[in-house]
Each structure stands twice: as C-alpha cells, then as structure tokens.
C-alpha cells in the first residue's frame, strides 16, 4: 500500500482518486477478519441466559451447560459468590466447579487458582472450612500436565500453608509428601515436593524438621533428574533459615559443597547463588576452609570451562568480597580486585595484528552476556571502593569508573549514573576525583542515562561543593569545570525530546543551582531560560516545574535591578499576555511566589496584578483566580494592607454583580464564602503603633472633658448658691427638687439620642445594603479577623454609605460617646441656668 501523502501535497483530480479508493479497499479487506469473528444469532441464543434466576441458580446453569468461556466466569465471580451466600455456594457451586476442573482448559484453571486464593485472604469463611472445602481441589490440580497451571496451583498451596494450623499441615501436606518425593513419581510431582519443603521447613521445630524432611531434602539432592536437584538447591535457604546454625554447618554445607561440583551448569549457579545468600550464617573457619576454595574455583572456571556462571558471579562479588574481607590474604585480596577489573572490561578489548580466521567472531547471545557482566559490575562498583578502601580509590579503581562511565553500551552507563551518588557519598573529601565523570554523564547522548543521574543531583553537586578540596579557597563555580556547560546542554537535550517527564525532574532538580553556583550565573545562563521555557513549553508539568524554579531563583538574587526587571517581565509577558494560557501560568507563578516569598513581597509586587485579572475576558482565567483568593487574602496584615483588602473586596463584589458565566458565579460564591470564614493576620507591631496613638489622643480629649467639667461644676455650685439665698419656702425647694430631676432626665435623653442613634443607624443602612446586594455583611471585614473589638484600640470606624462597608472601633466610639456626653452635659447645665432664672423671677413677683 502506498504511503499517504501529507494534506498539502494532496491531488485529488481524477488519477489519484483512484488510488485513494484503492488504498480504503485494501484496509476494508483487512478490517473483514474481524467482522467474521462476531456472534451468529444461534451463538447468541446459545449464550443467553433466563434473567428471572438468581446468581446461584445462574452460576450453575452456567458449569453445566453454558460455553467455556461462561463457566471461566462464574469461577472469576466465585469470590464474591462467597462474600454474598457463603452456605449456598459451598453447597452447591463448588462441587461443581470441582467437578468441571477435571476437563476444564488451562484458562479455567488458571482463574480457578486466583479465585481460591482471594476466597482466603478475604476470610470469607474460617480456615478450618477452607481447608475442609478448598485444599482437596488445591492438593488435586498440582500435577497438572501444564507446568504453568501447575506452577499456580502450587502459589496458592504455599500461600495457604501460611494460614494453616500445623496438625492439617502435617496429616494433609506433609505425610502425602513423603511418596510424592520419592523417585518413582513423576518430575513434576518432584519438583512441586522440592518447593512445598521449603515452605514447611519454618512452619515445624527443628527436630521435627530434622527427623521428618531432612531426609526428604538429601534424598531429592542427589536426584537423577537435573532440574530436581536445582529446585532442591535453591530451597536449602529456606530450609537453612528454618533448622538453624548448627544442622545448617552439619547437614546443608555438605550438600551445597557437593552440589557445587555437579555436572549440571544449573545445579553449580544455583549451589553458588545460595552459597552466597548463607554467608552470613557460617562462620569464619568455615569461610576460610570451605566457602573461600569454593568461590576461588568458581573464579577460575568461569573464563574457562564455565561461562554459564559469569554473570551470577559478577551480580554477587561485591558481597563476597566484603563478606569474605576478614579472611583474605593480601595476595588473595589483589586477585579478587585484578578478577572485578577483568569482568569491568569483558567483551571490550580489540585484539589487533590478528584476521578473522585466528578470532571467531563474537556472537550476539555471548555480547549480551558480556553486557550483563559489565552492569553487574557497575552495580558493585560502591561495594569495590569499599573493598579497596576509599583512600585508595584514585590509585586502584579511578582507570575502571572511568571505562564503566564511558562504556559504549547503554545499560553500562545508566547503571554507574545510579550509583553515582553512593560513590560520591563514599569517597567523601576525594570527590573531586570525579568531577569529569560528572560532566560525561550530564552530556550523555542517552536521556535514560540523565534521567537517572538527575534523580540525586543536588545532594551529588553539594557534596562536590562542600567535600572538593577546592571548597575552601575558591568559589563555588570554579570548584566544577565545565558544569554549566554541561547542564545546559542536558535540559536542553531534554527540552527537544519527547520525554516530558525527563525534563520536569530536571527543571525540579535545577532549583538546588542558588546553592551551587553563582548568582549572575544562574541569571545569565538560566533564570531567563526558564522564562522562555514558561512562555513557549506546551507540557503543563514542564511548565509549571519552570515556574517554580523560576521563583526559586529570583528569591536567592539580591541585586534589585536584576529583581525588578524579572518580575516586570512576569507580570508584561505573563499576567498582561495576549494568551490566555501564559495568564493562566502567571497565577501559578504568583502560587509559587506566595509558597517561596513573603507576605509583603507578594503584596508589594503581586496583589494587585493578580486582582487585574478579575476583568478577564476568558472565564477559565476567573475561575482559577477564585479558587486563588484564598490563598491571596491570607497574605494580608490588618490594618497595614487595608488598602488591598478594600480592592479584594471591591473585585468581589464585581464579580458577583456582573459577572455573567454561571460556572464562574458559583464558584465566586463559593470562594465568598470560603473567604468569610478565614483569619486575617494582625500587624502587631503595626497595631502597637497606632494604640499608642490612639492613647495619645483618648489622653488629651480627657484632659479637656476634664477641665470643661471643672469650669462646669463650679458654675453651677455658683448657681445653686444664688438659688439658695433667692428661694424661700417648702413650695419653691419642692419645685426646685422637681426641676433636677427633669433636668436629669432631659440630659440622659440628650445622651441617648447623640451618643448613640448615629452609630446604630449606620450600622442598619450597611446591613440593609449587604442584604439589598445578596453579599454578606461579614465581606466588609473579610473574616473573622476584622470583627469587633471593643477592648482594642487599633481599628478605627469608618462608615461608607456607598460600599455598605463598616469597620467599628472601641476608642474612636469611646471617643464619640465622650463628645457627646460633655455636649449633653453642657446642655444640662444651660437647662439648669435658665431654670434657676425663671425660678428666681417668679420669686420676686411672688414677694412683690
């Protein structure tokens, strides 16, 4: 089939078309197989089942006459059969799925297997009628002719032998065993028994072990067959674990030194990979009499007679030699390490001056082996340095970390780019030895390898910084040469590749730089990356990583200009851009700057270009900003950021009176809410300042009430001495008692109606405003940390008819109430004066 031409090479005149039409026949044919395997109507009938039975009848209408794939069906279900109607379905569904798995295929079996199991870790019925129902069908489908129906059954058996009691181990698994190894059985019986000893060697005591499958495990040991002596082999760790210390050294040491020298390749790895596994478990005259020969042996015929082994023995030599260190000769210490440095460079050495007739020609299976060997060896590599000692490192293994960071394979690399930071760990103050690896692995052509070097990067670069021996008399950027280089070129490899995932972490990673390099270095060569990387990048993560690192940056630089201009950019290019997705990005940025900065930074720089977008013409734009505000207004200080949370509240009461989209009004409404409910930070030093103010103020309009009252009180004592001499008579002291009292009266009537009406009335029209408006009355402090205080001096009261915003304060209403009582008072007093007039005129006509 021709290849399609892309859309704008297209010709669809009449000599074309046709091949077009040919090229749709040609997939038609191929889409005709899959049309053929649909259902038939009669399959279809066949298939269908009464809807009026329940899922006991159903399931075993389905076993006895529905098609295979039905009956795999109801055996997945029978865990949650199980779970519904226990009683029902061991009385009636399981005898028929144990029925039907005599001739079942491997599917059914295979599900059968996963299904018995769920039924015992969901508990769904007691172990003892698990065992009573379930282990007979376990104990009857284990010599299944397909070894992996087998290999199935047999995970099951082992994860139900764990919930076993040890009296139905022992009469139902552990007596049948007993012939079931004997050689008469057939292979897999024997090799089922091999796996099944080494599950029931840590479920009995020692001696029970000793007398009853000992004897089982020597007798399979020496099995004619070889792959019954590898399983077997592979469970003396089991079977080592379970029985102890002492029969270990007396009864499994023979066996493996025995199965170490056997014919078969297989049973040699696996006698060497246990051998390996139970080091710790001898002791040291056992390591040096038996385990040490054996090992060097294996050394020796690798290269020779036994390549087989060659990758097993480059996987586990780094804890041999570690294991074995105590008992080493210094000659045999030497051969060791010359052995590692050999396997380091197998398959790599070009034997020039010889023809293809003297050299035969690598195969491919022989060069992947050589590239297991030398990942392996990559592996142990901080083992080796350990081994070698540290101090030792540049003079007996510097030359191979280099051969294994340079290998030409893939694999090779990644492996030493994972362990890169245990070795930097390990050399400590001689990691300067590696700088250059360092930078080889950054610019490595494979991102496999970056993305594994990346993972510890940070910790990597400090321990250069801090353990080079240049740490302490240069700066920092002159201590790595060629590092920024170096990781330029990895993110920008990273950025042109398709995996996004590879150039996150590293933009993650690249946030530890401040406390690397220089702070120019970081603005000239990547600060403005990272930018570009946020306005050009399509990757959401990626972006956001920029972001982050980004404000990671700007918060270590100190030079203002340089601040400035880079937050001048985020705002023009980012909050004020034409596309709506850099906008978008910008309130992720002001996210980070809130988590990374101040409260003041974001306030002085951010709260009121991130407010602008309030009038965004996109709604997605809007919505992110709602569920932003939160997180906005917890950055301000009362009363130092007044200002701003008057503009927060006037952005919200825009949105909710004009804002159209209804997806973006139920969330405003939401976020109202949301905002209602949170604390606004006080600015202690901030109220202090104006306590003390206010203190200042209360103290002199007090000095004045004071020495008005003064004057006042001795008027009046004037006053009431004139009106002593002037009264005379019962009659005239009476009136003049009645007169105080409407004095007193008209003066309390004063106070009430000056002091008071005027603060409750404008506290009605605000209520009656932010009810008329649908927004609550509680907005105008925006939270619990603007409610009233009338025992704090620090907030003053303010009335706004336009806005319905009130914002009460104890001392400027103490001050009113004082105001107002002094006008009362004076009131009073001229009442007073004005009385004692009448009352004296009416005196005189009265004598006259």
Not at 229 to 249: D, F
Not at 448 to 453: P, T
Not at 794 to 817: D, K
């Amino acid at each position: 089939m021709r290849p399609v031409p892309c859309s704008s090479d297209m010709d669809f005149g009449q000599s074309n078309l046709f091949g077009y039409i040919e090229d749709l026949q040609e997939l038609t044919i191929i889409e005709r197989p899959v049309r053929r395997s649909l259902k038939t109507p009669e399959e279809i009938e066949r298939l269908t089942v009464d809807e009026e039975l329940n899922d006991i009848e159903r399931a075993l209408y389905l076993l006895s006459s529905g098609q295979d794939v039905q009956g795999t069906s109801v055996v997945a279900n029978l865990p949650v059969l199980m779970r519904q109607n226990p009683a029902e379905t061991l009385r009636r569904v399981l005898p028929k799925i144990r029925e039907v798995l005599h001739v079942a295929g491997v599917e059914m079996q295979l599900t059968a297997a996963v299904s018995f199991l769920t039924v015992l870790q969901d508990e769904s019925v007691s172990i003892h009628t698990y065992s009573h129902s379930f282990l007979h069908i376990i104990l009857q489908n284990l010599e299944h002719r397909d070894a992996g129906v087998s290999n199935a059954w047999l995970e099951t058996l082992l994860a139900v032998i764990e919930a076993l009691p040890k009296e139905t181990i022992r009469h139902e698994i552990l007596n049948p065993l007993v012939s079931k190894a004997q050689i008469s059985q057939t292979l897999q019986s024997r090799l089922v028994s091999c796996k099944i000893m080494g599950k029931l060697a840590n479920k009995f005591e020692a001696h029970i072990v000793k007398r009853e499958i000992l004897p089982l495990v020597k007798s399979l040991c020496q099995d004619v067959e070889y792959e019954v002596r590898t399983c077997m082999c592979r469970q003396l760790e089991h079977i080592a674990q379970g029985i102890g210390t002492e029969l270990t050294k007396t009864v499994v040491l023979p066996e493996l030194v025995e199965l170490a020298r056997d014919e078969g390749s297989s049973v040699r790895l696996a006698a060497f990979e246990t051998l390996v596994n139970l080091l710790d478990m001898f002791d040291s005259d056992d390591r040096r009499q038996t385990v040490l020969p054996l090992v060097k042996s294996f050394c020796e015929k690798s290269f020779k007679a036994d390549e087989s082994i060659l990758v097993s023995l480059s996987f586990h030599l780094g804890k041999l030699c570690n294991g074995l260190y105590g008992i080493f000769t210094p000659e045999q210490h030497l051969r060791f390490l010359e052995f590692y440095k050999k396997l380091c460079t197998l398959g790599l050495q070009q034997e020039n001056g010889h023809n293809d007739n003297q050299l035969q020609l690598q195969t491919l299976e022989q060069e992947k082996k050589y590239i297991s060997v030398r990942k392996n060896c990559a592996y142990n590599f901080p083992a080796m340095i350990v081994f070698v000692d540290p101090k030792n490192f540049h003079l007996e293994l510097y030359s191979i970390f280099f051969c294994l960071c340079h290998d030409p394979e893939v694999p090779v690399r990644y492996t030493m780019a994972i362990s890169f930071y245990e070795v930097a760990k390990l050399l400590n103050s001689g990691v300067y030895t590696i700088q250059k690896e360092l930078v080889t692995l950054l610019q490595d052509e494979s991102l496999e390898v970056l993305d594994a070097l990346v993972g510890h990067l940070p910790e990597i670069l400090e321990l250069m910084i801090n353990g080079g021996e240049n740490s302490g008399s240069e700066s920092k950027l002159l201590s790595i040469p060629d590092l920024i280089p170096a990781l330029t070129t990895a993110e920008q490899r990273a950025a042109t590749s398709l995996k996004w995932r590879t150039h996150e972490k590293l933009l993650q990673k690249y946030a530890c730089l401040p406390q690397i390099i220089s702070s120019d270095q970081i603005y000239y060569r990547f600060l403005h990356r990272m930018l570009t990387i946020i306005l050009t990048n399509n990757v959401l993560p990626v972006q956001k990583a920029a972001a982050r690192t980004l404000c990671v940056y700007l918060r270590y630089n100190r030079k203002q200009e340089q601040r400035h201009e880079v937050i001048q950019k985020l705002i023009e290019q980012l909050g004020q851009g034409k596309s709506y997705w850099n906008r978008l990005r910008f309130l992720d940025t002001c996210e980070f700057i809130m988590e990374l900065f101040s409260k003041s930074f974001f306030c002085k720089y951010f709260f009121l270009p991130v407010l602008e977008l309030t009038h965004d013409p996109v709604a997605n734009v809007r919505i992110k900003l709602c569920y932003l505000l939160p997180k906005v207004k917890s950055t301000l200080k009362i009363p130092t950021d007044k200002h701003l949370l008057q503009q927060l509240e006037l952005c919200i009461r825009k949105l909710l009176c004009q804002e159209k989209d209804k997806d973006v009004l139920t969330i405003v409404k939401r976020t109202v809410l949301e905002l209602d409910r949170m604390d606004i930070s006080l600015d202690a030093e901030q109220l202090e300042k104006e306590k003390q103010q206010n203190e200042g103020r209360s103290a002199n309009i007090n000095d004045k009430i004071f020495e008005k009252k003064r004057r006042d009180n001795k008027t009046s004592s004037m006053l009431a001495k004139s009106m002593t001499l002037s009264s005379s008579g019962s009659s005239s002291g009476t009136s003049t008692g009645k007169e105080d009292k409407k004095s007193k009266l008209v003066r309390s009537q004063s106070f009430s109606t000056q002091a008071l009406h005027p603060k409750y009335s404008n506290i009605d029209k605000c209520s009656n405003k932010s009810s008329a408006t649908g927004y609550t009355s509680s907005l105008s402090g925006m939270g619990k940390g603007c409610m009233l205080s009338f025992s704090d001096d620090s907030f003053r009261t303010r009335s706004t008819g336009n806005s319905g915003n009130a914002t009460f304060s104890s001392s400027s209403s103490l001050i009113a109430s004082r105001n107002s009582f002094n006008s009362a008072d004076q009131k009073s007093n001229g009442n007073k004066e004005s009385q004692s007039r009448k009352m004296s005129i009416k005196n005189r006509k009265s004598n006259s």
